[in-house]
């Protein structure tokens, strides 16, 4: 069994876990997704469970009707032992202009603040810090985004993660923190009726795409579909420490980081240096970062089915192609980088970020790529 390792003096908490553990935890959730009668991938849920883990904001995009947001209850109901109250379906309206949507507005005239039932899920995950919440933002790109999410986004990236709640004559007398066992999941759909993403929302999230269909896949129910709650325990040690998911907290994550980093950031500044930068369309160091977290969470799996060089690739796809888009002038930009790829994720054989960019590539004889054509 996995524990928790608490250093009071240096202020640290790590994990000391048998990886073993965690790939019997992510079957699983899978074998209870399988239960409800749906036909999500092991690799899926496994991507899906360290996208989260990683950072506790994770977009799904992908054609209507493949089951992004049933992914979402679903995954929260094999991991909560109270899904009504630990997991909340907010649909997304085009009218949201601002957070008030979200996090309510003071009302002058009955001098009392006007909650909303976002506000309230947050204050209900902040004082029950021992189990996990979900937040599904539904069609979330059917507003813009940076309207009203932008005070979440600011916050995930702030050390005491506050956000200022308005209060009477714009005084900020109110503030709540986004507690950190509360994870984020936005399902969008890509046509005329939405907006497109900005780089200060993808650079905070991993994109994963939904396009697979197999229609002749029966759905079978071989698994009893009661909620193991042996299963909620080890999910809560594996995956819900925030602590964790800090690299700076981490001693095994910073041995891991220098051995493995002249290789795999060698190879991210090569994408950068080689492809990218020249066409202005280079990446950050908050992606650096987050990819080498979510590839590190990768290899502790020990998974012959989920190796690191299959997890780049899935950075690859998430993290740095959903930013690019352009016209027929940064063609160049994306034959370097098919390239650059094609020769690092040679052993693997079916990767998705290639298939990808070539499509990405193809989109250009019309004049216009972007990922979500």
């Excluded at 239960?35 to 506790?56: R, V």
């Excluded at 308005?166 to 939405?194: A, Q, R, W």
């Excluded at 790829?341 to 298939?355: A, F, G, H, N, V």
């Amino acid at each position: 069994m996995a524990k928790i390792i608490v250093d009071p003096v240096g202020e640290t908490v790590s994990i000391e876990s048998d990886t073993t553990n965690e790939n019997v935890l992510i079957r699983q959730i899978y074998n209870i997704i399988l239960s409800e009668g749906f036909t999500f991938s092991l690799p899926q849920i496994t991507n899906y469970y360290l996208s989260l883990k990683t950072k506790p904001f994770v977009i799904l995009t992908g054609i209507s009707g493949t089951g992004k947001t049933k992914i979402t209850e679903l995954f929260a109901k094999a991991v909560c032992e109270n899904f009504e109250k630990q997991y909340l379906l907010l649909p997304v309206r085009p009218d949201w202009n601002d957070d008030r949507n979200l996090i309510g507005y003071y009302n002058p005239l009955t001098k009392q603040y006007q909650t909303t039932p976002f506000l309230d899920f947050i204050m209900k995950a902040a004082q029950d810090t021992e189990n996990p919440y979900f937040v599904c933002l539904d069609e979330m790109n059917l507003a813009r985004v940076e309207y009203y999410f932008s005070t979440f986004l600011s916050a995930m990236e702030s050390g005491s993660k506050d956000i200022k709640l308005p209060g009477f004559n714009g005084d900020m007398d109110y503030k709540t923190s986004i507690p950190s066992n509360l994870f984020f999941t936005g399902t969008v759909n890509m046509d005329e009726t939405t907006y497109r993403f900005s780089p200060k929302v993808l650079d905070r999230a991993n994109t994963i795409e939904f396009n697979e269909i197999k229609l002749r896949t029966r759905r079978e129910t071989e698994y009893p579909s009661a909620i193991n709650t042996e299963l909620i325990e080890p999910f809560k040690t594996h995956f819900l420490n925030d602590e964790v998911r800090k690299k700076s907290t981490s001693s095994e994550y910073k041995e891991w980081e220098t051995k493995n980093w002249d290789e795999m950031v060698g190879f991210l500044d090569d994408v950068n240096k080689d492809a990218l930068e020249k066409y202005n369309l280079h990446f950050g160091y908050r992606i650096r970062d987050e990819v080498m977290r979510y590839l590190y969470f990768a290899e502790k799996l020990n998974s012959d089915d989920f190796t690191t060089n299959i997890a780049l690739d899935l950075q690859i796809k998430q993290k740095i192609l959903p930013r690019i888009k352009g016209t027929e002038s940064i063609k160049k930009a994306l034959e370097l980088l098919r390239d650059i790829i094609q020769y690092k994720l040679q052993s693997i054989e079916k990767p998705q970020s290639i298939p990808k960019l070539d499509q990405m590539i193809g989109a250009l004889d019309n004049g216009y790529t972007d990922f979500y054509q």
